[in-house]
């Protein structure tokens, strides 16, 4: 069974860069039928797509973010990561590693991580 | 991109069905069989209820149906439960190449 987790500060500074990392646990993410994604959530609104990579390194992201958004994978250790760059306030949210099953749909999510960006 | 628009929230009582609507556009709901529906419950992930429109993955109980009309997709909850309090979300691919998901609804089951 597959398990995603993430690991990253809790806390970010404005105008700094948010970095997570996700650890995947019971498969590999060199299997070729996946992507692996982050995902965001704000309190209080709906999920927010960030962007997606696969094993070979190929990602893209949600166009409003693109310029922000650095996504990449480590097969060796089996993680994936995600930086944001020039956060602000409106970056604070749980965020989320999921499994994508390019191009519908998200089934196995991480527990996610709560960053707040204030100084 | 705004996201889709959802029901802020819906109520039933034990046992009976309640159908949640997803409206979109031409550009996302109505132009690709990707439509996907998910459950959150306080504190914790999303989990995935719905894909494709109409597909329930292995273990999802089959109270659980999708839907779509046009624009606009639908959850349907049949026989309701206690622990079917949560909230729901919508999401689908976009002609941008992209994902965008419903500002969620909240389900009171009373």
Same mark, same amino acid.
């Given at each position: 069974?597959?398990?995603?987790?993430?690991?990253?500060?809790?806390?970010?500074? =404005?105008?700094?860069?948010?970095?997570?990392?996700?650890?995947?646990?019971?498969?590999?993410?060199?299997?070729? #039928?996946?992507?692996?994604? $982050?995902?965001?959530?704000? =309190?209080? %609104?709906?999920?927010? $797509? &960030?962007?997606? !990579? *696969?094993?070979?390194?190929?990602? *893209?992201?949600?166009?409003?973010?693109?310029?922000?958004?650095?996504?990449?994978?480590?097969?060796? %250790?089996?993680?994936?990561? @995600?930086?944001? #760059? #020039?956060?602000?306030?409106?970056?604070?949210? &749980?965020? /989320?590693?999921?499994?994508?099953?390019?191009?519908? *749909?998200?089934?196995? $999510?991480?527990?996610?991580?709560?960053?707040?960006?204030?100084? | 991109?705004?996201?889709?628009?959802?029901?802020?929230?819906?109520?039933?009582? =034990?046992?009976? #069905? !309640?159908? &949640?609507?997803?409206?979109?556009?031409?550009?996302?709901?109505?132009?690709?069989? /990707? +439509?996907? $529906?998910?459950?959150?419950?306080?504190? %914790?992930?999303?989990?995935? @209820?719905?894909?494709?429109?109409?597909?329930?993955?292995?273990?999802?109980?089959?109270?659980?149906?999708?839907?779509?009309?046009?624009?606009?997709?639908?959850?349907? &909850?049949?026989?309701?439960? +206690?622990?079917?309090?949560?909230?729901?979300?919508?999401?689908? *691919?976009?002609?941008?190449?992209?994902?965008?998901?419903?500002?969620?609804?909240?389900?009171?089951?009373?």
């Amino acid at each position: 069974q597959l398990q995603l987790q993430e690991s990253g500060p809790g806390l970010v500074k =404005p105008s700094e860069t948010l970095s997570l990392t996700c650890t995947a646990s019971g498969d590999s993410i060199r299997t070729s #039928s996946y992507y692996w994604a $982050w995902i965001r959530q704000s =309190p209080g %609104k709906g999920p927010e $797509w &960030i962007g997606s !990579i *696969y094993y070979t390194g190929s990602s *893209y992201s949600k166009p409003s973010l693109k310029s922000r958004v650095t996504i990449s994978v480590d097969t060796s %250790k089996n993680q994936f990561s @995600l930086k944001l #760059s #020039s956060v602000t306030a409106a970056d604070t949210a &749980i965020y /989320y590693c999921a499994r994508h099953i390019e191009p519908g *749909y998200f089934d196995y $999510w991480g527990q996610g991580s709560l960053v707040t960006v204030s100084s | 991109q705004s996201a889709l628009t959802q029901p802020a929230s819906v109520s039933g009582s =034990p046992g009976q #069905s !309640i159908t &949640i609507s997803c409206t979109g556009t031409s550009s996302d709901i109505g132009g690709y069989n /990707y +439509v996907s $529906w998910y459950q959150q419950h306080p504190g %914790k992930a999303p989990k995935l @209820l719905i894909y494709d429109v109409t597909n329930r993955p292995s273990g999802v109980s089959d109270r659980f149906s999708g839907s779509r009309s046009g624009n606009t997709a639908s959850l349907t &909850i049949s026989g309701l439960q +206690v622990e079917d309090e949560a909230d729901y979300y919508c999401c689908s *691919y976009t002609s941008d190449s992209s994902w965008l998901f419903g500002g969620g609804t909240k389900l009171t089951v009373l």
